[in-house]
């Protein structure tokens, strides 16, 4: 080669070189981790680029529809009625809070199905911020109050509720959120979808003809029959709800917040797989292990991706990345066994294009590491921390949470 066709072709890569460089938007996050054909968020499914935030609610849609077809399942929309029932309404928590026992009816032409959401509000003039999730327990088990009815699904076990009231309540807190001066709503999963193979599909999946319709979609779905009925009640303040959820019921709560746009926020814990954490070079768990122990959680063709993840046509950065412009908590603990919580950190940081094309703040941090043990980030629409200890939800949890809500949720 000559000098100057050797300059020329110096200058050529240097000039796409540069033309490459905002096309590397400031979202690729410095990883340790290949991301092998990782789908691009910003991208229609037919090339076109997402530049406005009109273009990006088009693009939400071929995401959910996406994540629908390949991962989760339908969430049915129609072709259902909800109607809800007061069953009992008191004071609790020493009179600094209402206690209401709402019966969640969902009925269709194949029948229906009953589940017990138990709201804690304080006594407050104004409508509260409601924090609303499933329980891994019946209700009775999330505080210790002896008003508490036994969930819809466990009623066929005679003396449930004396045997096991309250023994859940550190996992929920409701004591301090109601200091703090927030709600909580809980309903026990099974009264939805029962976490089992067996009977899963007996409850509110039962009542619709869509095979597809499997354990997190039903969670989901119940989750939004519980925002249904919380936009009606004068106690709570419809613009401030918060979908949360721990773990399988994070992954849920995920999925429901990406959805449904009537959360402010959407709070996932240690939700990992199919959760906040990416499918692709996930070090814990693994779809094809998740789909081999859970069969009943996500739809059945999900199975075909087992042994081709790099595959999939959706990575979870794209699912928070749905929540946007409305607002995301990610969590993790430091020596949980199923979450990978660096996978989490990394799907969030993708993320973040969405919420910036809503001029929202987030997370400016480019290190490849996830925050260290014991500290937390807050900011406008994303936050994220890693606590000591093992998979679960404490009281350290909640405080960052409820901190977060006094900052960014008033
Ligand atoms: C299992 C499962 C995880 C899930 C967890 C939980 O460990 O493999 O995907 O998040 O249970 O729900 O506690």
Not at 251 to 278: F, H, P, Q, Y
Not at 324 to 351: C, F, H
């Amino acid at each position: 080669m000559n000098r100057s066709l050797t300059a020329n072709v110096l200058s050529l890569a240097l000039v796409l070189i540069l033309l490459a460089l905002p096309v590397m938007s400031h979202a690729e996050q410095a990883t340790d981790r290949e991301y092998i054909n990782l789908p691009e968020l910003m991208v229609m499914e037919d090339g076109t680029p997402v530049t406005s935030q009109e273009e990006f609610a088009a693009r939400r849609q071929e995401l959910l529809t996406l994540f629908a077809d390949t991962m989760y399942g339908p969430i049915p929309a129609h072709g259902f009625e909800t109607s809800f029932e007061v069953l009992e309404e008191g004071d609790t928590l020493d009179g600094t809070a209402i206690r209401k026992q709402i019966k969640i009816h969902v009925s269709t032409e194949k029948g229906s199905s009953d589940a017990l959401m138990l709201l804690i509000v304080p006594k407050s003039d104004a409508p509260v911020l409601v924090v609303y999730g499933l329980s891994f327990g019946a209700v009775h088990t999330v505080l210790d109050d002896a008003q508490i009815l036994a969930s819809y699904s466990v009623r066929k076990y005679p003396n449930v509720e004396e045997d096991t009231r309250g023994i859940q309540a550190d996992m929920w807190c409701i004591a301090q959120a109601v200091q703090r001066g927030y709600g909580i709503a809980v309903v026990f999963c099974d009264d939805f979808s029962p976490d089992n193979t067996r009977t899963y599909n007996r409850r509110i999946i039962s009542l619709f003809d869509e095979p597809d319709f499997k354990g997190i979609s039903a969670w989901a779905f119940g989750l939004e029959r519980m925002a249904d009925y919380l936009q009606t009640d004068e106690n709570v303040d419809a613009s401030r709800l918060v979908v949360t959820g721990m773990s399988r019921l994070g992954k849920a709560a995920l999925w429901a917040g990406a959805n449904d746009e009537r959360a402010a926020l959407t709070i996932a814990t240690v939700s990992g797989t199919c959760g906040a954490s990416m499918s692709r070079s996930n070090t814990r768990e693994q779809i094809g292990d998740l789909n081999a122990s859970f069969r009943w959680w996500m739809r059945d063709s999900f199975k075909t991706y087992n042994d081709r993840v790099n595959e999939l046509p959706v990575d979870q950065h794209e699912l928070i990345a749905c929540v946007a412009p409305r607002k995301i908590y990610v969590s993790s603990a430091e020596t949980d066994l199923s979450n990978d919580s660096q996978g989490s950190w990394n799907a969030m940081m993708m993320s973040r294009d969405a919420f910036r094309l809503f001029g929202h703040e987030v997370i400016e941090d480019n290190t490849v590491e996830q925050p260290p043990v014991g500290t937390r980030v807050f900011t406008e629409s994303m936050a994220y921390h890693m606590r000591s200890g093992k998979h679960g939800i404490n009281a350290e949890d909640w405080n960052n949470y409820f901190d977060y809500m006094d900052l960014y949720l008033q």
